[in-house]
């Protein structure tokens, strides 16, 4: 390369035109991404009293839907540390074997929520 390299004043133009035209980055982010973002202050807002399904309500009605549960889940680690150490578990007996669920007929789906509808 060049090193004094000069840019037209079209080559500017063009570039000009280009970055303007630019859209808008599609940064966002998903639920449980956000709530790993915002752990802190759901751990402030804990020790003020709040309750997982209450920071839920006062974000639902800022228009921002993060479930209870992710909330609890972003509180959990911290929260176990304050409990005493778990008891083992004793080992699992093998479970009966069940029968299959039948499948959707083809051209079919079916669709599970990931929200619960009292937390919408």
Sequence with gaps: MAKNAKIRPEQIERAQKLLQGLPEKDDRKTREEAAGLLERDFRKALGKGYTPKELTAILKNAGIIIPAYLVEKFLKPETENFRSAPKP???????????AAPRPASGQFII???TPLEDL
């Design 112 to 114: 599970t929520p990931d």
């Design 89 to 99: 578990k004793p080992a699992p007996e093998p479970a009966p074997k069940k029968e």
